[in-house]
């Protein structure tokens, strides 16, 4: 069992940036493959970017691709998501997921555990 909390959400103006953290209790997260995903009103849960067991490997939506970055520090057992030159069409609560599978996962099925979120709010 893998408890998530994630923490950092804000309000930032258009440009700016913010950082996410998901901290993870219960069995170690070094064990999971760890993404993020992000949902805004009325809209469906959409995969933002992911990282593997060892942090080796990352992947991300072409929305976020080189405004974004995700990390992880194992020995914390804690995620990380750099968010630069945000944009009012990144507005959304952002979730942290754990999944038991191998390799670098961006279908939310793959997602065992999920934290409870954190409201990020872009002003244009």
């Known amino acids: 069992q893998v408890q998530l909390v994630e923490s950092g959400g804000g309000l930032v103006q258009a440009g700016g940036s913010l950082r996410l953290f998901c901290a993870a209790s219960?069995?170690?997260?070094?064990?999971?493959?760890m993404g993020w995903f992000r949902q805004a009103p009325g809209k469906e849960r959409e995969f933002v970017t992911a990282i593997n067991r060892s942090g080796g490997s990352t992947y991300y939506a072409d929305s976020v691709k080189g405004r974004f970055t995700i990390s992880r520090d194992n020995a914390k057992n804690t995620v990380y998501l750099q968010m630069n030159s945000l944009k009012p069409e990144d507005t959304a609560v952002y979730y942290c997921?754990?999944?038991?599978?191998?390799?670098?996962?961006?279908?939310?099925?793959?997602?065992?555990?999920w934290g409870q979120g954190t409201q990020v709010t872009v002003s244009s």
């Open positions: 997921a754990a999944g038991q599978q191998l390799g670098v996962l961006s279908i939310t099925s793959q997602y065992v555990y």
């Open positions: 219960g069995r170690t997260s070094s064990g999971y493959a």
